[in-house]
């Protein structure tokens, strides 16, 4: 039974997996570049303080070349029986790879999509999981301190072999992006028509009881609490890669994504100052049907068209 685990990455996320592990009864030796909040000095030393046997570290780093770099150094401290856990939003191919390459060496590997954000440590993280049955089932009382309270299975599923559990944690964000954008969008309908006077209290008004209530709806009226008319953020909406391999799954496995894709796009769009795109469907509409066009310049959001509309 597991009881002991090393955790590297002690983020956001991390540092708040290990106070809720160590509240679940299982004892944490974390990791983290910074010494503040570091456990150890390094890898090394994280693995030796981990007791003899079957030693276990969870990964909790960006994914890419840290996670890359961690999993490799690991590699190279861990020994036959002991087992590597992969938390990060890595691209499920990778787990693959990784796992081949750790069972080279007698080292098990299990890939766990992790969702709850900074808000896990009371509310606990939904785990997604893949990898060998075995190594599933050895690490289950880890996985039960993490997940939310309540049935096992509305917290945690075993989707699969070893990147399955990424690959659900994929479509999950990719299924994030709609929802976001359908709230978004909404919120901006609200705000754009007078006739609604309190768009905050609106939004409100459907936490409970509505068939659009939902934890993000929560979030987003916490924002508008916060910042009713969102001045203090730019519109820049970043993504950090799952909404991309999502669609591109999509497209390889010829599964429609209309709604996923287009939430995508639409943060493309905001990190343009200016759309090249909407300035040639401008110039297209002026000249087929001679239709009004904006100048270009700071003073255009508010100034006159060229021309009357035709």
Excluded at 139 to 144: A, C, E, N, Q, Y
Excluded at 159 to 177: C, D, L, P, R, T
């Amino acid at each position: 039974m597991v009881s002991h685990i090393g955790l590297v990455g002690l983020g956001k996320m991390g540092h708040n997996m290990r106070e809720r592990l160590r509240r679940g009864g299982i004892e944490v030796t974390g990791y983290d570049p910074r010494p503040e909040v570091s456990d150890v000095a390094d890898l090394a030393a994280l693995v030796a303080a981990l007791p003899e046997g079957r030693r276990v570290v969870w990964v909790m780093v960006p994914a890419g070349d840290p996670t890359r770099g961690v999993v490799q150094e690991l590699g190279g401290l861990l020994a036959t029986g002991d087992i590597v856990i992969e938390g990060g939003n890595s691209h499920y191919p990778e787990d693959q790879a990784r796992a081949a390459e750790l069972a080279e060496r007698g080292i098990g590997y299990v890939d766990v999509g992790v969702s709850g954000g900074v808000w896990g440590l009371d509310n606990g993280y939904g785990l997604m999981v893949g990898g060998d049955q075995e190594l599933v089932e050895h690490l289950m009382p880890v996985f039960d301190a993490l997940r939310p309270e309540g049935p096992r299975e509305e917290g945690f599923v075993h989707a699969g072999s070893v990147g399955a559990g990424h690959f659900a944690k994929m479509v999950h964000n990719g299924i994030e992006y709609g929802l976001m954008q359908a709230y978004a969008e909404g919120y901006e309908l609200l705000a754009a028509k007078d006739i609604v006077t309190d768009v905050h209290g609106t939004m409100k008004a459907w936490t409970r009881g509505t068939v659009v209530r939902s934890w993000l709806l929560d979030l987003m009226v916490k924002a508008l609490e916060e910042d009713p008319a969102l001045h203090a953020i730019d519109d820049w909406v970043d993504d950090s890669g799952e909404g991309r391999w999502t669609v591109d799954e999509a497209i390889d496995n010829a599964v429609p994504l209309p709604v996923i894709s287009a939430a995508l796009f639409a943060r493309f769009a905001s990190r343009q100052q200016e759309s090249p795109a909407m300035k040639a469907v401008a110039a297209l509409r002026q000249q087929f049907g001679g239709h009004a066009v904006r100048p270009a310049g700071p003073a255009s959001p508010g100034g006159s068209p060229l021309e009357p509309p035709a």
